[in-house]
């Protein structure tokens, strides 16, 4: 079945860096777009970036554009988030998302969040 | 960007009853949009797609309806495990964007 595990969260210093990872198993991950979706404690959901199934599209968020950069390696089944220039504001849990919706008799490959992980806490303190 | 407000922030229901809950856009979505369902200490689960359209294993009891800037996701009869946080989700233009929730709580 299908299996998103992230993991790398932890406590980081505001201005330091962290990278996430997510590994994917149960589908064929080369094949799908991915998503990062956070949540910061006893919030909302905030799309954070997505990459194509290929890596030749990117798109972020306002928030993290030109601090965070999302990537993927398909020989490996992962996605990453690099996360640089770290802020208070970016704690949150951190899920990464199989982009898609299943209706039982087809998978529509669009925007939207089919299967998603556990999610990894990320917390940003001094 | 696309804002979404949902209404009410918070639905206290009895099990058994029905809930209708509202997500209003800032400008039209089409039927680009999703709700998904989200219980403490878990992932959220998608429930509709495109306005109207269950995801699979969604019970029937979950429906969604509307286009344009105003959507209703309806729940026919509680069960107790519906209590949760209830989000959309648009997916008509950049950046990807989520209403700010409503809570359904055991009254």
């Known amino acids: 079945q299908v299996q998103l595990v992230e993991s790398g969260g932890g406590v980081v210093q505001p201005g330091r860096s962290l990278r996430l990872s997510c590994a994917a198993s149960?589908?064929?991950?080369?094949?799908?777009?991915m998503h990062w979706v956070r949540q910061a404690p006893g919030k909302g959901l905030d799309w954070v970036a997505v990459i194509s199934y290929d890596g030749s599209d990117k798109y972020y968020a306002d928030s993290v554009k030109g601090r965070f950069t999302i990537s993927r390696d398909n020989s490996k089944n992962t996605l990453f988030l690099q996360m640089n220039s770290l802020r208070v504001e970016d704690t949150a849990v951190y899920y990464c998302?199989?982009?898609?919706?299943?209706?039982?008799?087809?998978?529509?490959?669009?925007?939207?969040?089919?299967?998603w992980g556990q999610g990894t806490l990320v917390t940003v303190s001094s | 960007e696309i804002v979404l407000t949902q209404s009410p922030a918070t639905l206290s229901l009895s099990p058994g009853e029905g809930a209708t809950l509202s997500c209003r856009a800032s400008?039209?979505?089409?039927?680009?949009l999703a709700w998904y369902q989200q219980k403490p200490g878990q992932a959220p689960r998608l429930l509709i797609y495109?306005?109207?359209n269950r995801a699979t294993g969604i019970p029937a009891r979950f429906s969604g309806s509307g286009s344009g800037t105003d959507f209703t996701l309806t729940i026919s009869s509680l069960e107790p495990e519906d209590f949760a946080v209830y989000y959309c989700q648009q997916r008509s233009k950049w950046p990807l964007t989520f209403g700010g929730g409503t809570k359904v709580e055991i009254k």
């Open positions: 400008q039209s979505v089409t039927r680009f």
């Open positions: 149960g589908f064929t991950f080369s094949k799908y777009g």
């Open positions: 495109d306005a109207s």
């Open positions: 998302a199989i982009e898609g919706a299943d209706s039982g008799d087809y998978y529509l490959a669009a925007e939207y969040f089919q299967y």
